[in-house]
């Protein structure tokens, strides 16, 4: 697709229960980042992907937390046990690569996720 | 930790008026900044970015910022804002042994009144 595809736009989930996000990035980009937007708050960094390989997890804020991308392509972000913490807007983004320079991140228009 | 520190929250001007959002970050070392914007049912859009040289950097739509070292600042400026600006400002810094990844601040919501 012409940008990076987020589904669903919406999720309302009761306390407990499991959900997936997913992240559809720009053909080719073989970068792909997940952040966070809580309330009133900034984008935190969750969790990056190169190809199908997460280098670095400590952004994931709990074990309850998980995500894995197939093929270099889509993505998924999977929340176990939701709390009501979980509650944002969870966005995707994806790069050509990981040079900075050349290759400018691209954002999705984000899940919000709500947790009652 | 390094971390980007945006301290307006929310900021209301007219139309014509000059803009300012102030942005400082916390780290020593060499780092790139960004400002992005998300108008309103939109995704976050690059506005500018800079990497080095002129720290004087001008980015889409008549905006600029100012990279000044000794302050650790970034500071987002427009001379006239119009109605169509209102959005939602995030400045970003990354570090430059992070790779791609970027860590942002808190946001400052922008009204612009017609």
């Known amino acids: 697709g012409a940008g990076v595809s987020q589904s669903p736009s919406n999720k309302v989930t009761e306390k407990g229960k499991d959900v997936e996000l997913r992240c559809d990035p720009i053909s080719g980009h073989t970068a792909l980042y997940w952040y966070r937007q809580s309330l009133g708050q900034g984008l935190e960094f969750l969790i990056y992907f190169q190809g199908n390989s997460a280098p670095d997890k400590s952004g994931l804020p709990s074990d309850r937390f998980s995500a894995e991308r197939t093929g270099g392509s889509v993505s998924t972000l999977t929340i176990q046990r939701t709390q009501q913490e979980d509650s944002a807007v969870y966005l995707c983004?994806?790069?050509?690569?990981?040079?900075?320079?050349?290759?400018?991140?691209?954002f999705g228009n984000g899940t919000r996720l709500t947790v009652t | 930790a390094q971390s980007v520190s945006q301290h307006n929250h929310h900021v209301i001007l007219s139309e014509a008026a000059s803009l300012e959002l102030g942005c400082n970050y916390s780290y020593g070392g060499t780092v790139n900044l960004f400002w992005y914007v998300q108008y309103p049912g939109q995704h976050l859009q690059l506005l500018l970015k800079?990497?080095?040289?002129?720290?004087l950097v001008k980015g889409i739509k008549g905006f600029e910022a100012e990279f000044i070292k000794s302050k650790f600042s970034f500071n987002l400026r427009k001379p006239s804002v119009q109605w169509s600006d209102t959005a939602e400002y995030f400045c970003a810094v990354n570090l430059n042994n992070a790779g791609n990844m970027l860590t942002f601040g808190g946001g400052t919501r922008l009204m612009v009144k017609p």
């Open positions: 800079y990497f080095s040289g002129d720290p």
């Open positions: 983004a994806s790069s050509l690569g990981l040079d900075r320079r050349n290759s400018p991140l691209h």
